[in-house]
């Protein structure tokens, strides 16, 4: 059967359609509240976003993220061709190896960023929703009439996310295995009936672990939760409970981690997003090596600076700033916010922000456009959270 069916539903006076992940009726039984996120129907929370939040945070929670994009790459020029499209290294990856890289354009702006996964004979890479069908484009185009393989496995495919202090342990049987798997490595799993990838990746700041499975095999996953959940309330552990997108992106903000469209778009190049450490500016010094897309322009900003700079801002009162606000310093403007909320585990406001290079340094107060009266901000190190180092 299809990965997903499509299903109309109303957006604002007309109507499209969206599409439905394996998990949809999964959601729909957990009585999820269900949004447009880039042509999917998506779950935004099931109770509430700051109770989902907390339950990530202490526990364990379960994210449907089925929507991301995952690209197959096969054949003699695969890795030539992830060699030019992404700012990490791949050639020196071994089976098994997860990398966060970029893709750029020439200017050095980011057309997404991704996850890059060595395997036997073949690549994987888990792209963003939005950006699925232009990465597929590009990269096909890149690549031209060289002998390799792009395969869109989005639609024969799931993907969730296990994240929190207390998921491994939920594991049941597999909890020992997944338990050795380093950060950013996979392992594939072939258990009777249920074929697994699982990798020690996540985006919210815990611990965690990220699984794709054939779309076939999603009502079995949702059998086996269930039974890891009964056996964790047996052991009087919390449940692993279903969380929405509007948690995964307070858990990722307090996490410091860019979101596409906010810290990161095709006008924002990586180094002003701080994200040095995803970029090898040396990749043309390789013996068989070739300059990324964009190498050129972000090795002048590595050398003269880059355009913007992306700080974190700790911010007065309660009330929860939104992208593109002002930011200001003596009245001038500087900047503005990329993304902002009332953070549900520190218990104020923050917000990370695009300003002037040289503007501001950590403990400088600047002012956020909040309404008639602009608010006070301090300038803090990103993140703002990170796990407690007794965590795994």
Same mark, same amino acid.
């Given at each position: 059967?299809?990965?997903?069916?499509?299903?109309?539903?109303?957006?604002?006076?007309?109507?499209?359609?969206?599409?439905?992940?394996?998990?949809?009726?999964?959601?729909?039984?957990?009585?999820?509240?269900?949004?447009?996120?880039?042509?999917?129907?998506?779950?935004?929370?099931?109770?509430?976003?700051?109770?989902?939040?907390?339950?990530?945070?202490?526990?364990?929670?379960?994210?449907?993220?089925?929507?991301?994009?995952?690209?197959?790459?096969?054949?003699?020029?695969?890795?030539?061709?992830?060699?030019?499209?992404?700012?990490? +290294?791949?050639?020196?990856?071994?089976?098994?190896?997860?990398?966060?890289? *970029?893709?750029?354009?020439?200017?050095?702006?980011?057309?997404?960023?991704?996850?890059?996964?060595?395997?036997?004979?073949?690549?994987?890479?888990?792209?963003?929703?939005?950006?699925?069908?232009?990465?597929?484009?590009?990269?096909?185009?890149?690549?031209?009439?060289?002998?390799?393989?792009?395969?869109? *496995?989005?639609?024969?495919?799931?993907?969730?996310?296990?994240?929190?202090?207390?998921?491994? +342990?939920?594991?049941?049987?597999?909890?020992?295995?997944?338990?050795?798997?380093?950060?950013?490595?996979?392992?594939?799993?072939?258990?009777?009936?249920?074929?697994?990838?699982?990798?020690?990746?996540?985006?919210?700041?815990?611990?965690?672990?990220?699984?794709?499975?054939?779309?076939?095999?999603?009502?079995?996953?949702?059998?086996?939760?269930?039974?890891?959940?009964?056996?964790?309330?047996?052991?009087?552990?919390?449940?692993?409970?279903?969380?929405?997108?509007?948690?995964?992106?307070?858990?990722?903000?307090?996490?410091?981690?860019?979101?596409?469209?906010?810290?990161?778009?095709?006008?924002?190049?990586?180094?002003?997003?701080?994200?040095?450490?995803?970029?090898?500016?040396?990749?043309?010094?390789?013996?068989?090596?070739?300059?990324?897309?964009?190498?050129?322009?972000?090795?002048?900003?590595?050398?003269?600076?880059?355009?913007?700079?992306?700080?974190?801002?700790?911010?007065?009162?309660?009330?929860?700033?939104?992208?593109?606000?002002?930011?200001?310093?003596?009245?001038?403007?500087?900047?503005?916010?990329?993304?902002?909320? *009332?953070?549900?585990?520190?218990?104020?406001?923050?917000?990370?922000?695009?300003?002037?290079?040289?503007?501001?340094?950590?403990?400088?107060?600047?002012?956020?456009?909040?309404? +008639?009266?602009?608010?006070?901000?301090?300038?803090?190190?990103?993140?703002?959270?990170?796990?407690?180092?007794?965590?795994?």
């Amino acid at each position: 059967r299809d990965a997903v069916m499509p299903v109309p539903m109303a957006v604002g006076s007309g109507s499209h359609t969206l599409l439905r992940t394996p998990f949809y009726d999964f959601h729909a039984a957990h009585q999820a509240r269900f949004v447009d996120f880039a042509g999917w129907e998506m779950p935004i929370l099931y109770t509430s976003i700051i109770e989902e939040h907390r339950h990530v945070r202490t526990s364990g929670g379960l994210f449907d993220v089925s929507h991301m994009g995952r690209l197959e790459f096969k054949g003699r020029y695969a890795r030539r061709l992830l060699e030019r499209a992404l700012t990490r +290294r791949v050639s020196d990856m071994e089976e098994g190896q997860c990398r966060y890289a *970029l893709v750029c354009n020439e200017a050095g702006g980011v057309l997404d960023d991704v996850i890059v996964s060595r395997m036997d004979e073949r690549w994987l890479l888990v792209v963003n929703a939005s950006n699925r069908k232009k990465i597929v484009r590009h990269l096909r185009e890149l690549a031209g009439d060289q002998p390799v393989e792009i395969k869109d *496995l989005t639609l024969g495919t799931a993907m969730v996310a296990l994240q929190g202090p207390d998921v491994i +342990r939920h594991l049941g049987p597999l909890a020992d295995s997944v338990g050795k798997i380093k950060r950013y490595r996979f392992r594939e799993y072939d258990i009777p009936g249920l074929k697994l990838m699982v990798s020690r990746t996540g985006y919210t700041g815990e611990d965690g672990i990220e699984v794709i499975l054939s779309a076939d095999h999603a009502p079995m996953a949702v059998n086996m939760i269930g039974k890891f959940n009964a056996k964790a309330r047996e052991e009087g552990l919390p449940e692993a409970r279903p969380i929405g997108l509007g948690a995964r992106d307070t858990l990722r903000m307090e996490a410091g981690m860019p979101l596409y469209g906010h810290e990161l778009s095709e006008s924002i190049d990586p180094i002003s997003a701080g994200l040095d450490f995803a970029i090898n500016l040396d990749k043309d010094e390789d013996a068989q090596g070739e300059p990324f897309i964009g190498q050129d322009v972000l090795k002048r900003y590595q050398a003269k600076g880059s355009p913007k700079r992306l700080v974190g801002l700790k911010l007065e009162g309660r009330r929860s700033p939104r992208q593109g606000m002002a930011i200001q310093k003596a009245g001038q403007p500087i900047g503005e916010v990329t993304s902002g909320c *009332l953070s549900p585990t520190l218990g104020f406001p923050i917000a990370m922000a695009l300003i002037q290079p040289g503007a501001a340094e950590v403990g400088d107060t600047l002012e956020v456009a909040l309404g +008639r009266q602009p608010v006070p901000a301090e300038v803090v190190k990103l993140p703002f959270y990170k796990r407690p180092s007794k965590q795994t």
